[in-house]
């Protein structure tokens, strides 16, 4: 069974500081991954997916996230952190192909401190 | 295009009461998905639908919880009766064919007291 671990439930950066949420995945196969943010009091949003094509992959509002396969992590960043960036993010991992039962991690929680 | 659709955004009732939330996907989303979201965690599948179908339903306590997705469209899911750990944002996603990664509606949080 697929699952992901989400180092640190909560996250403080300066404005402008580097953002880094790191994520490690357990898999028996190459997986899909996924970053979804939650702002308060709505559902999620995909902000990027890495479905086997380059292991850097882009997404919304500025963030990237890099598939290490030796290491098994899919750490997500943004260089420069904005006051709109604070929310909690959630790392999720499924099995390529067909019917991909998606696993989320228990989330991570970013404080942009002005 | 509309978004996936829930209502309502939040429900109080009394523990041993029914409770419902309604989902509407995004038109052409065939695989529709209800997952539970409890306080401090990520979101937990209970059930997942393509089309009318319900092709998984493992993690759906079925004592208490039923959904149904007629004419594969919108979609209803019941709690009855509900139990204080019921408590948490029931969220409903939809997500095309070969399409990887849901959009997701902005939930139901539901307390029970």
């Known amino acids: 069974a697929q699952s992901v671990t989400q180092l640190g439930s909560h996250v403080s950066v300066s404005e402008g500081a580097l953002v880094l949420l790191r994520c490690n995945y357990s898999s028996s196969v190459p997986p899909y991954l996924f970053w979804y943010v939650q702002y308060p009091n709505q559902g999620l949003q995909l902000l990027l997916k890495?479905?086997?094509?380059?292991?850097l992959v882009k997404g919304i509002n500025g963030f990237e996230a890099e598939f290490k396969k030796s290491e098994t992590s899919f750490h997500l960043t943004k260089p420069s952190a904005h006051m709109s960036d604070a929310a909690e993010y959630f790392c999720a991992v499924s099995d390529p192909g067909g019917y991909q039962k998606v696993t989320f991690g228990i989330g991570t929680k970013l404080q942009v401190i002005p | 295009e509309a978004g996936v659709v829930q209502s309502p955004r939040y429900k109080i009732i009394e523990k041993k009461q029914p409770v419902a939330f309604w989902c509407n996907p995004i038109s052409g989303h065939n695989t529709l998905y209800w997952y539970r979201q409890n306080l401090g965690q990520g979101p937990e599948l209970l059930i997942r639908y393509e089309n009318e179908e319900a092709v998984d339903d493992s993690q759906l306590p079925k004592d208490r919880f039923s959904a149904e997705r007629l004419k594969g469209v919108d979609s209803t899911l019941k709690i009855q009766p509900a139990e204080l750990g019921d408590s948490a944002v029931y969220l409903c996603?939809?997500?095309?064919?070969?399409?990887?990664?849901?959009?997701f509606g902005s939930g139901t949080r539901l307390t029970v007291v």
């Open positions: 890495y479905t086997s094509a380059a292991t």
């Open positions: 996603a939809s997500s095309a064919p070969g399409q990887y990664g849901y959009t």
